[in-house]
């Protein structure tokens, strides 16, 4: 198991050019990757009301799923708990999630689950990361932009997806608000977002939005 502390800010997607200069000019040009994401979860959505989050990813190596609790994000900064795992292929791996998940309520409610899971929406974007170095700490500076597509009635429902995920790797979590405040300095509209993507998944199927909201709360 792993804790990921997360700072997530939302940004126009005019401002993308802007921001990778920011950090190419610190650090040397950004690593573009493609990522293609599906969330799962049953129909009357378990996962969610559980507080949890299953999804798999397409990334240029390989298969990974992640299953993970959604915790609570407060101004964009969240801790969660995080289990992922290499996968053959296109497919999920229950058991050995199950097998790594060491938090037992997160672990029984997907087991529950798991009979009934089915892709709900998936999540594809171009991100670019650098490597940051704050007072000591490594920070993963992830640029996302993409979109959310969910199948509703036959008809595909689309969201944006345009923000920044600066991922604390080791050292103090004080570094993310530090380079936070540092690109709200350079760039004052930027927002804390204390939506998941996962989240903002959900939403776009048109779920009653308290419902879900209080779910994760």
């Known amino acids: 198991m792993g804790i990921e502390r997360e700072l997530k800010l939302a940004l126009a997607p005019s401002r993308h050019d802007d921001i990778a200069?920011?950090?190419?000019?610190?650090?040397?040009?950004?690593?573009?990757?493609?990522?293609?994401?599906?969330?799962?979860?049953?129909?009357?959505?378990?996962?969610?009301?559980?507080?949890?989050a299953l999804r798999l990813r397409r990334t240029p190596a390989h298969w990974l799923q992640?299953?993970?609790?959604?915790?609570k994000s407060v101004a964009g900064l969240s801790?969660?708990?995080?289990?992922?795992?290499?996968?053959?292929?296109?497919?999920l791996e229950i058991d050995a999630l199950l097998a790594a998940c060491d938090n037992a309520a997160a672990r029984e409610a997907l087991e529950r689950a798991a009979p009934e899971l089915v892709a709900l929406f998936k999540t594809d974007f171009r991100r670019t990361l650098w490597d940051i170095e704050r007072e000591g700490s490594q920070i993963e500076v992830a640029l996302d932009i993409g979109e959310i597509?969910?199948?509703?009635d036959g008809t595909t429902?689309?969201?944006e997806i345009s923000e920044l995920e600066l991922e604390l790797k080791s050292g103090e979590e004080s570094a993310l608000s530090m380079l936070a405040a540092e690109l709200r300095g350079a760039f004052?509209?930027?927002?804390?977002?204390?939506?998941?993507?996962?989240?903002?998944?959900?939403?776009?199927?048109?779920?009653?939005?308290?419902?879900?909201?209080?779910?994760w709360a």
């Open 79 to 91: 801790n969660r708990q995080e289990w992922e795992l290499p996968v053959e292929g296109e497919a």
């Open 157 to 159: 429902r689309r969201g």
């Open 21 to 52: 200069r920011f950090f190419d000019e610190r650090t040397g040009a950004g690593k573009p990757i493609e990522l293609a994401n599906v969330y799962f979860d049953t129909p009357d959505c378990a996962l969610a009301k559980a507080k949890s």
């Open 188 to 215: 004052p509209e930027i927002d804390p977002e204390d939506l998941s993507k996962a989240q903002r998944g959900y939403l776009l199927r048109e779920k009653p939005e308290s419902t879900i909201r209080n779910a």
């Open 66 to 71: 992640t299953y993970k609790t959604l915790g």
């Open 149 to 152: 597509t969910a199948e509703v």
